[in-house]
């Protein structure tokens, strides 16, 4: 707002233009329709909330350029506050007064020396926005440090919280290990009196038995002389007897070597004997290798069958290797399997002295086999063209009739063959069962 050729060298602070500017408004709205001035006419129509927003700028215009309009304005301001007006006009300013309302009343009644009095106001509210900004800055740094110290707080409220809950979990388990220790401290304490009391009843039974039990010892220490005496004396009678007995088979023994080597040489018979098994045509180890041929399981619950088979005497045992090797190994390759099937049969073959034979399916010959078969344990290989199952039932067919034969294989179609032939098929699991216990 400009103050040309009435003494202000600088608009009127922006508080107290808002002030004067409400003031006519007010007053504008109050003023006959011919005492306004044109320029506000259509301003005095606005709803009096919206009249000094709106109409700001030209009201102060005609506050400043309108005299009249000015003093009409002031008549109101000097009828509101009487003493105000009057103390400016003698010079003399309320000191309670507000530094925005007297240089709003020197503005708009002009007294004498009123560009000082607003200037003065404008320096009071200067200083007043100063401490104004001052105080809130200085709220701001207490409210920051209000917040900083409720945080802390609070921090430390919840570490204090913390530190008590742990303490209480703490002392209440110490509370619980002090409660099971006393617990077990007692059940030692009653324990020990049982113990104690139990000490004292076996002192006391050793006490009463230990002259039954020297007087009994002594009793045995005479019967054992005495058995040791018998002993002794029929030790002496058995040697004796076993000597007479001993020559007596010895002479027979040698008149039956010399008889059986006579017919020997008489009948030309050769020194080793082979065995049926022996006659019948297939591929030796060492020569191409085989591949397997997948087994057939079937479940047997007689686990004591096989171990009755190995008590027949001059027993021949035909085992179907990969079919055994399958059922209980499959997951090595065919050569562990051999080996490890091999390895049991030969302490098999040693403990129940019994002739075995194993059959590998060599149908599809594609290598040398290396095979390191045990002592008493014969290793035959079907020929290329031949399944193992036929070369079984060949080695069945071979032997003499009435010659215990027991066949393993959980082959259904070999098990009811070789029955036909007089075999016994045996399932490949007592095999297994039998070697695991080998």
């Not at 009843?201 to 039990?213: I, T």
């Amino acid at each position: 707002m400009s103050s040309a050729g009435e003494g202000l060298s600088r608009p009127l602070p922006e508080q107290v233009r808002l002030h004067v500017v409400e003031l006519a408004a007010q007053v504008l709205g109050s003023m006959p329709a011919a005492a306004i001035p044109s320029q506000l006419r259509g301003i005095a129509k606005f709803d009096p909330r919206k009249r000094a927003r709106l109409g700001s700028a030209p009201i102060a215009a005609m506050l400043e350029t309108d005299k009249e309009f000015r003093e009409t304005v002031a008549e109101t301001l000097r009828s509101a506050w009487p003493d105000l007006v009057a103390g400016l006009a003698d010079g003399v300013v309320p000191a309670a007064a507000e530094p925005v309302l007297v240089a709003a009343a020197a503005y708009l009644t002009r007294p004498p020396g009123w560009p000082e009095l607003v200037e003065r106001a404008r320096e009071d509210l200067e200083q007043a926005t100063s401490a104004e900004a001052g105080r809130e800055q200085v709220e701001a740094r207490l409210r920051e440090q209000l917040a900083t110290q409720r945080t802390a707080a609070k921090e430390e409220a919840e570490r204090f919280r913390e530190q008590v809950r742990v303490a209480r979990a703490e002392n209440a388990d110490l509370r619980r290990r002090l409660h099971d220790a006393r617990e077990r401290a007692k059940a030692a304490e009653r324990r020990a009196a049982e113990m104690e009391a139990e000490t004292a009843e076996a002192r006391a039974r050793v006490a009463n038995a230990s002259g039954a039990a020297e007087t009994e010892v002594r009793k045995l220490k005479e019967r054992l002389a005495d058995a040791e005496r018998h002993l002794e004396a029929s030790r002496r009678a058995a040697r004796e007897g076993r000597s007479v007995e001993d020559a007596r088979i010895r002479v027979l023994m040698d008149a039956l070597q010399d008889a059986a080597a006579g017919l020997r040489k008489e009948l030309a018979l050769p020194t080793m004997i082979s065995k049926p098994a022996d006659y019948v045509s297939a591929v030796v180890p060492g020569a191409p290798s085989v591949r397997a041929v997948p087994a057939r399981a079937l479940a047997d619950d007689d686990p004591q069958l096989f171990d009755q088979l190995l008590a027949i005497p001059n027993l021949h045992v035909i085992i179907d290797g990969y079919n055994v090797t399958k059922t209980g190994y499959p997951s090595l390759t065919l050569a562990d399997q051999r080996a490890r099937l091999l390895t049991g049969l030969g302490g098999l073959a040693v403990q129940a002295r019994v002739e075995v034979t194993c059959v590998f399916d060599g149908a599809e010959l594609n290598g040398p086999v290396q095979v390191s078969a045990p002592r008493g344990v014969r290793v035959m290989f079907s020929a290329p063209g031949q399944i193992a199952d036929d070369l079984i039932r060949q080695l069945v067919k071979a032997e003499p009739s009435g010659r215990a034969i027991a066949v393993v294989s959980s082959d259904r179609e070999v098990a009811d063959s070789v029955r036909r032939m007089g075999a016994r098929p045996v399932p490949s699991l007592l095999l297994l069962r039998r070697l695991g216990r080998t």
